[in-house]
């Protein structure tokens, strides 16, 4: 039985045997349209043997004959177990069973002549490939050009003018026939369980269950949706209510933390002010007293107090002579005079007289305080 690609094409190759044949001119090649029909006919021979060897050995069991196996490769009885027959036949009283052992005998001629029809017509074929598992027709199809030295272009081209099966059963016997340029090819059932036309039928119906299924499973699924849509509108109406409450708990959230940080920054800092002596008397925020340490100025106001020390993360002051317009640092006042220095602080001037710098010591104390530094050279 010749198998095609698509169903439609596989219920006419149910009905009428059909050559599966490349031509450029669409007509068939007669040497391959003959070894074609003698491959269908050697087909059909194999799947009346496969038959008549299984009706065989029903008879054979139902008359309770089970001494008597047939050979496994042609199905038939050898000389000695034919004879044996004949003789239970002759010695068998009941005219029944002797009926039914000379149906097994019938058989058994009727395998002997699809045999030998068989051999005939395989002797007239060349040698089939037996399918292997996981092996493809159009693949056994390219490699036997090949061999015939075809090109791989043109392979193709031929290969493509046939029907292939889509899939194979290891034990299926693939005739390729070459002639002219012409490609032919035909798959029997040979030693699969299955024929090729009972596999395309399975396969077919295997889609097609699988196709109502999953048409079946789309309208359900469909159903889902709609609630699913109806569920999602409302779902999306409280997410946008929800978003505008969380866009306005962000808001005051993110304000409360500013001002937290701002506070905890305020508390943990040193603010100070930096500046010439002189000039700092001169504004008011310091006073110099003749015999007693300098002091806060009648102008000693928190906006003064323009830079900050985080004390969480640092506690080093680093002063610049240049950026005080002075030539070098002689002296660093520390206002309030409360601070004292080697207890509370350490200040250093380097030895080019260009920086000071002040290393907190007691950082604790200096916590959201103000300090000046009045440096002088």
């Given at each position: 039985?010749?198998?095609?690609?698509?169903?439609?094409?596989?219920?006419?190759?149910?009905?009428?045997?059909?050559?599966?044949v490349?031509?450029?001119?669409?007509?068939?090649d007669?040497?391959?349209k003959?070894?074609?029909?003698?491959a269908?006919?050697?087909d059909k021979t194999s799947?009346?043997l496969?038959?008549?060897?299984?009706?065989?050995?029903?008879?054979?069991a139902?008359?309770g004959?089970n001494?008597i196996?047939?050979?496994t490769?042609?199905?038939?009885l050898?000389?000695?177990?034919?004879?044996?027959?004949?003789?239970?036949?002759?010695?068998?009283?009941?005219?029944?069973y002797?009926?039914?052992?000379?149906?097994?005998?019938?058989?058994d001629?009727?395998?002997?002549?699809?045999?030998?029809?068989?051999?005939?017509?395989?002797a007239d074929?060349?040698?089939p490939?037996?399918?292997?598992?996981?092996?493809?027709?159009?693949?056994?199809?390219?490699?036997?050009?090949?061999?015939?030295?075809?090109?791989?272009?043109e392979?193709?081209?031929?290969?493509?003018?046939?029907?292939?099966?889509?899939?194979?059963?290891?034990?299926?016997?693939?005739?390729?026939?070459?002639?002219n340029g012409?490609?032919?090819?035909?798959v029997s059932?040979?030693?699969?369980?299955?024929?090729?036309?009972?596999?395309?039928?399975?396969?077919?119906?295997k889609?097609?269950?699988e196709?109502d299924?999953?048409?079946?499973?789309?309208?359900?699924?469909?159903?889902?949706?709609?609630?699913l849509?109806?569920q999602?509108?409302?779902?999306?109406?409280?997410i946008?209510?929800?978003?505008?409450?969380?866009?306005?708990?962000?808001?005051?959230r993110?304000?409360l933390?500013?001002?937290?940080?701002?506070?905890?920054a305020?508390l943990?800092?040193?603010?100070?002010?930096v500046?010439k002596?002189?000039?700092?008397?001169?504004?008011?925020?310091?006073?110099?007293?003749?015999?007693?340490?300098?002091r806060?100025?009648?102008?000693?106001?928190?906006?003064?107090?323009?830079?900050s020390l985080?004390?969480?993360?640092?506690?080093?002051?680093?002063?610049?002579?240049?950026?005080?317009g002075?030539?070098?640092?002689?002296?660093?006042?520390?206002?309030?005079?409360s601070?004292?220095?080697?207890?509370?602080?350490?200040?250093?001037?380097?030895?080019?007289?260009?920086?000071?710098?002040?290393e907190?010591?007691?950082?604790?104390?200096?916590?959201?305080?103000?300090?000046?530094?009045a440096v002088?050279?």
């Open positions: 039985m010749n198998p095609f690609r698509r169903p439609t094409l596989a219920l006419a190759l149910m009905a009428a045997s059909l050559l599966m490349s031509t450029a001119c669409k007509r068939e007669p040497q391959i003959e070894l074609t029909q003698k269908a006919e050697a799947q009346q496969n038959q008549a060897g299984a009706e065989e050995q029903k008879k054979l139902q008359a004959v001494d196996k047939p050979n490769e042609t199905l038939q050898t000389d000695e177990q034919k004879k044996a027959l004949e003789e239970r036949i002759k010695n068998e009283k009941n005219s029944s002797q009926a039914l052992l000379q149906e097994v005998l019938d058989k001629k009727e395998i002997k002549e699809l045999n030998s029809k068989l051999a005939k017509l395989k074929l060349p040698k490939d037996v399918a292997r598992p996981n092996d493809s027709h159009y693949g056994m199809a390219m490699r036997f050009l090949k061999k015939k030295g075809v090109p791989e272009a392979a193709k081209k031929l290969v493509s003018r046939v029907a292939i099966m889509d899939k194979l059963a290891p034990g299926f016997e693939v005739y390729h026939f070459y002639a012409t490609y032919g090819t035909w059932q040979g030693k699969a369980k299955i024929s090729p036309n009972d596999l395309m039928r399975q396969e077919r119906e889609i097609e269950g196709r299924e999953a048409v079946a499973q789309n309208e359900k699924l469909q159903e889902e949706v709609t609630d849509e109806s999602k509108q409302k779902i999306q109406e409280e946008t209510n929800l978003q505008t409450e969380r866009s306005n708990l962000i808001e005051e993110t304000k933390q500013l001002d937290n940080a701002g506070q905890l305020k943990n800092s040193l603010h100070y002010v500046g002596r002189d000039t700092l008397k001169a504004d008011g925020i310091i006073e110099i007293p003749i015999f007693a340490k300098d806060a100025g009648k102008n000693w106001r928190d906006e003064v107090f323009t830079h985080d004390l969480r993360s640092g506690k080093t002051i680093t002063i610049k002579a240049a950026d005080l002075l030539k070098r640092i002689g002296k660093v006042n520390v206002v309030p005079g601070y004292l220095k080697d207890e509370h602080y350490k200040l250093t001037i380097s030895e080019d007289k260009q920086t000071a710098t002040v907190l010591i007691t950082v604790s104390r200096f916590k959201n305080d103000k300090v000046v530094f002088t050279e």
